[in-house]
């Protein structure tokens, strides 16, 4: 961060290391499987244990996508769900909830349509804490980063595994609230996780930054979580959550009962990664 004024996510991390915790991100698609969804599921998401929720701004080409969401993108599109109409959501959702931090992932294309500043503005107004542009590297953010701490958002930047020390030493320089360790060398979604790896890797960030170190793509259950959580300071989990609203439609009832299996999920993976902290 740029200033001495933290955001909703640092004072997470610091309320959660206090108590030797690790954050549980879930991610979940604006506007999938319809709009009028996506606000009480947010709610739900925090009663079941998420500490900061990652929101998908739904776009038409998601590079580092896998189908399952992916096609969550297409639905909300489809159901007309916009950049402007996700943010509303969370606007929505902030109404009633000031302290869960909200960080948005989409690309730069819609970003760029709006303009940096009209759409910085918006999520200001909103009340979104972290932005993370898959495709906006740090070398190329420009004033995007600083303008966004000045609106008490942190904008975070993916590593890879491939990603190169250059490359790297920037994401450190230039990332706030945390760091985004994508775990495999693939699209979300992915099955090959290699939870030694990914723990040298965490280890190897940790040692060269400040800001805690969380992980996703291939963390699917609560023996996934509680693998990579002895590393990192959290673990996101999208494409697990997302696939279960892929055939519901409008169906009410399949809605729920498709609620019901991603709260499931939330419990499986808070109880795994709480299994973790020591009794005191």
Do not use: W
């Amino acid at each position: 961060m740029l200033d001495n004024t933290q955001t909703r996510i640092e004072t997470t991390f610091g309320a959660l290391k206090q108590q030797n915790k690790k954050a549980l991100i879930p991610y979940i698609m604006a506007g999938d499987p319809n709009p009028n969804v996506t606000v009480e599921l947010l709610h739900d998401l925090v009663a079941h244990g998420a500490d900061i929720i990652e929101v998908g701004l739904p776009f038409s080409d998601p590079m580092a996508d896998g189908e399952t969401i992916a096609l969550a993108g297409e639905r909300a599109l489809a159901g007309g769900t916009s950049t402007r109409q996700a943010l509303a959501i969370v606007k929505q959702f902030r109404a009633t909830n000031q302290h869960t931090p909200v960080l948005v992932m989409g690309y730069l294309n819609p970003v760029e349509i709006l303009g940096y500043d009209n759409f910085i503005a918006l999520c200001q107004e909103a009340g979104v804490d972290g932005v993370l542009m898959v495709d906006l590297p740090p070398q190329e953010a420009g004033n995007f980063t600083q303008k966004l701490a000045n609106s008490q958002m942190n904008e975070i930047f993916l590593l890879a595994p491939t990603t190169l020390p250059q490359r790297r030493q920037q994401v450190l320089q230039h990332g706030g609230g945390f760091i985004y360790y994508v775990s495999v060398k693939g699209v979300t979604g992915s099955k090959a996780l290699d939870t030694a790896e990914v723990g040298t890797q965490v280890q190897q960030i940790k040692a060269q930054t400040a800001l805690p170190v969380c992980v996703g793509f291939g963390i699917r259950d609560g023996e996934s979580a509680k693998a990579i959580g002895q590393y990192a300071d959290g673990v996101i989990v999208g494409s697990e959550l997302v696939r279960q609203f892929a055939d519901v439609g409008d169906n009410a009832d399949q809605i729920a009962t498709a609620k019901q299996r991603v709260l499931a999920k939330m419990d499986e993976l808070r109880q795994a990664l709480d299994s973790l902290t020591p009794n005191p």
